[in-house]
C-alpha cells in the first residue's frame, strides 16, 4: 500500500496519461476505504501540474469529500495549501481566493479547522510584494467577514497586524 500510495503521487505530478489512469485506477480500487481516498485526494491536490488548483475545486464537489468532515478537508484542502507552495502561491492569487473562499465556508460550522486552515498563509510576508498583496487582500475578506468566529478572527487579525 505504501508503494503505490507513493506511485501515485508521483503519477499525479506527471501530465500524462498514464499519471491520469493511474488516479482513476486508484479511485475505483480503494473508493470504499476512507483512509486510502485520503490519500487520493492528498495526492492530487500535491501535485506542481498548473492544472491543480482546477482539480482541487473539482474534487471538492466529488461525492467522497464531504467539506463537513475534517479529514477530507485536511487531505484536500490542507494538501494543497499546505504541501503545495507552488499552486497555491500561484502568482495570480487564485489558490489564495480559492483556500479563504473554503475557510469562510467552514467557519460557519467549524471554526477550529478554518483557522487551523489559515496556517497555510503563515508566512505570506516573506513572498514578494505582488504575492504578498494577493494573500494580504484575501486575508482581509476573512478578517472583514460576517459572523467571523473568535477562533478564525484571533488568527486572521494577528496575521493581518503583524
Known amino acids: 500500500m505504501t508503494d503505490e500510495a507513493h506511485a501515485l503521487v508521483l503519477l499525479a505530478a506527471q501530465d500524462a496519461p498514464e499519471?491520469?489512469?493511474?488516479?482513476k485506477r486508484f479511485h475505483d480500487r480503494w473508493k470504499d476505504d476512507h483512509l486510502v481516498i485520503d490519500m487520493w485526494f492528498a495526492a492530487q491536490a500535491m501535485s506542481p501540474l498548473a492544472s491543480t488548483l482546477q482539480t482541487v475545486m473539482t474534487l471538492s464537489g466529488h461525492p467522497l469529500f464531504k467539506i463537513t468532515t475534517p479529514n477530507k478537508v485536511r487531505a484536500l484542502i490542507g494538501a494543497f495549501?499546505?504541501?503545495n507552495p507552488l499552486q497555491f502561491n500561484r502568482a495570480d492569487?487564485?489558490?489564495?481566493?480559492?483556500?479563504?473562499?473554503?475557510?469562510?465556508?467552514?467557519?460557519?460550522?467549524?471554526?477550529?479547522?478554518?483557522?487551523?486552515?489559515?496556517?497555510?498563509f503563515r508566512s505570506y510576508r516573506?513572498?514578494?510584494?505582488?504575492?504578498?498583496?494577493?494573500?494580504?487582500?484575501?486575508?482581509?475578506r476573512v478578517v472583514k467577514m460576517k459572523d467571523?468566529?473568535?477562533?478564525?478572527?484571533?488568527?486572521?487579525?494577528?496575521?493581518l497586524e503583524a
Open 19 to 23: 499519471g491520469a489512469r493511474a488516479i
Open 93 to 120: 492569487g487564485a489558490g489564495y481566493d480559492f483556500v479563504v473562499e473554503k475557510i469562510m465556508e467552514i467557519d460557519a460550522f467549524n471554526p477550529q479547522v478554518a483557522a487551523r486552515l489559515l496556517g497555510s
Open 81 to 83: 495549501s499546505l504541501n
Open 148 to 159: 467571523l468566529s473568535r477562533d478564525t478572527y484571533e488568527i486572521v487579525s494577528r496575521m
Open 126 to 140: 516573506a513572498l514578494e510584494p505582488k504575492r504578498r498583496a494577493k494573500a494580504r487582500k484575501a486575508l482581509q
